[in-house]
């Protein structure tokens, strides 16, 4: 069992930034792939950002490539999103999750993480 908390989340103008972070407790933190995902109201979770136990490789999704990086630190047991370039449409609540430990591999679908944070609202005002 891993227990996820987020922070850094607030009220930012267009253009803006924001670093998200994640703090896991629990079992071994590297055992673990984490995700960022995000929900708006009414619509369902979607798939943000992504990085493997190692922190060598990431994955995004087209929305935000270019603007968001999530990197991962094993030492603190803390990953993070560094949003920049926000916009409008990045308005939602930003969720991180845990898959592992035994299956390694990335995931964009939501359901496929067993392990989740609370959320932090972003709300990005133009």
């Known amino acids: 069992q891993v227990q996820l908390v987020e922070s850094g989340g607030g009220l930012v103008q267009a253009g803006g930034s924001l670093r998200l972070s994640c703090a896991a407790s629990?079992?071994?933190?590297?055992?673990?792939?984490m995700g960022w995902f995000h929900q708006a109201p009414g619509k369902e979770r979607e798939f943000v950002a992504a990085?493997?136990?190692?922190?060598?490789?990431?994955y995004y999704a087209d929305s935000v490539k270019g603007r968001f990086t999530v990197s991962r630190d094993n030492a603190k047991n803390t990953v993070y999103l560094q949003m920049n370039s926000l916009k409008a449409e990045d308005t939602a609540v930003y969720y991180c999750?845990?898959?592992?430990?035994?299956?390694?591999?990335?995931?964009?679908?939501?359901?496929?993480?067993?392990?989740w944070g609370q959320g932090t609202q972003v709300t990005v005002s133009s």
């Open positions: 999750a845990a898959r592992g430990p035994v299956v390694r591999t990335v995931s964009y679908y939501y359901r496929d993480y067993g392990y």
């Open positions: 629990g079992r071994t933190f590297s055992n673990y792939v």
């Open positions: 990085i493997n136990w190692s922190g060598s490789t990431t």
